[in-house]
Each structure stands twice: as C-alpha cells, then as structure tokens.
C-alpha cells in the first residue's frame, strides 16, 4: 500500500509549548486524517482534511493538506497534559474507505 | 455519544487454537471494518464489511481469518488457527453512510481487544 512517514517519532515537551508533526506520502492521498490514541483505546478522529491546501482547526489543533497533496501537517498550540498521547495521521487510498495509517508521534507533556 | 464495543478486552490463546473476537458496531451504522495494530507499530487495515459481504481487504488477511455479521448487532472476526505473529490489538470500527467528503466524520474506532498467542 501506500506508505506514509510520519515525524517526529516522538516529542517531549513542556506545558504551554506548541507542537508541530508532519506526515508525508510517497503519492497522491485524496483525504488526509488525523487521529489521537491514548492508552488501552482506539484511535479518535481529530481532523479531517478533504482539499488540498484545506487549513483546519478544531479548538488549539490546526491541520493542513499540503497542496502537492502528498504531505499533511498538524500543529498543537500551547499543550496541556491531557494532549498525551499517540497521534496519527491516515490517509485514504483511492479504493474503498480502507484507511492507510502513519506510524505516529508519541507526543510527552510534562506540567 | 454513541460508542463500538469490544469484548473481550483481553484474550490469551495458545498457539494453533481459533479465536473469535466480537464487535457490536453502532446501531445505525452500516459499514464495517477490522484494523490490527501490532505492539509499537501502526495500526493497519485488514477487512471491510458492507451488505453482508467483504468489500475489500488487505494482504493481511489471508485464509486463516474470516468475518460475519451472524445477526442485527455483532461483528466477528475469526482466526482459525493462530500464530505468535497474529499477537496484537484488533480494533473493530464502524461508519454510517456518508459518501465522500463526509464518509470519515462518523469512522468510529473501538477500544480493541488485545489478543497474546503464546
């Protein structure tokens, strides 16, 4: 399938520090999704991006479809401890609604 | 809010023996799908479900696993004869019938089962 790369592989930051991760894709993605895992759950949709160059926010997240759409962006503004967690981002491949995932951040606050 | 429902959160097989791990999708959702997610690794598609039928599915998904929808509310995946490689999180998901741009906003994950083969 197609592979996506996802950096950093994790963060360790303190509170109140913004936060940027990146995914990119070696092709086209149509759709590009972000999604946080916390322990011993699935994965919770954050963002959903649907047009290149789309910009998206939802309370202190913004996301971006890159315009090659070949890359996507998600920014965390002045994090808190509850923004622990796995973060992922998806893409959707051209066949069906099967979802392609990136490896993800793992993402440390420290109060 | 409405949730996709897991059980068991835990299951320890032996190695060779068949499992089942069940899913009880949102009511009114009609798409279904499983996703694994081996320890420390991203979380990768197997199998989708739609209209009592397979629509797609990964090269994960070989003969040794199988799904059904054997009544209104459960989802199943089965795998017949287990292996150590098959030891991870099996997430179970499901969606309503948004087309394109809106197919994503109802995706709901469960919490998984975590199956161990030892």
């Known amino acids: 399938g197609q592979q996506l790369n996802q950096s950093p592989q994790s963060m360790f930051i303190q509170e109140g520090e913004d936060v940027s991760m990146n995914c990119t894709s070696s092709?086209?993605?149509?759709?590009w999704l972000w999604y946080k895992q916390e322990p011993g759950e699935g994965p919770v949709l954050l963002i959903a991006l649907y047009k290149a160059g789309e910009l998206t926010s939802n309370g202190r997240l913004t996301a971006q479809f890159g315009i090659t759409r070949k890359d996507s962006f998600l920014n965390i503004s002045a994090s808190i401890p509850s923004d622990v967690g796995i973060y992922f981002c998806a893409g959707h491949p051209n066949s069906g609604y099967a979802l392609n995932f990136g490896k993800g951040t793992s993402l440390l606050v420290t109060p | 809010e409405p949730e996709v429902t897991q059980t068991p959160s835990h299951q320890v097989t032996q190695m060779g023996q068949e499992v089942i791990l069940r899913c009880v999708p949102i009511?009114?959702?009609?798409?279904f799908y499983w996703y694994r997610q081996i320890l420390g690794q991203k979380v990768e598609f197997l199998v989708s479900f739609y209209n009592n039928e397979i629509s797609e599915k990964s090269e994960i998904f070989d003969d040794q696993f199988s799904v059904e929808r054997p009544d209104g509310s459960n989802f199943t995946l089965k795998i017949r004869s287990t292996k150590l490689e098959d030891s991870a999180m099996y997430f179970c998901a499901s969606r309503g019938s948004g087309q394109g741009e809106y197919s994503h906003r109802g995706y709901t994950f469960g919490s998984g089962t975590r199956l161990t083969v030892v």
């Open positions: 092709s086209i993605f149509n759709t």
């Open positions: 009511s009114n959702h009609l798409y």
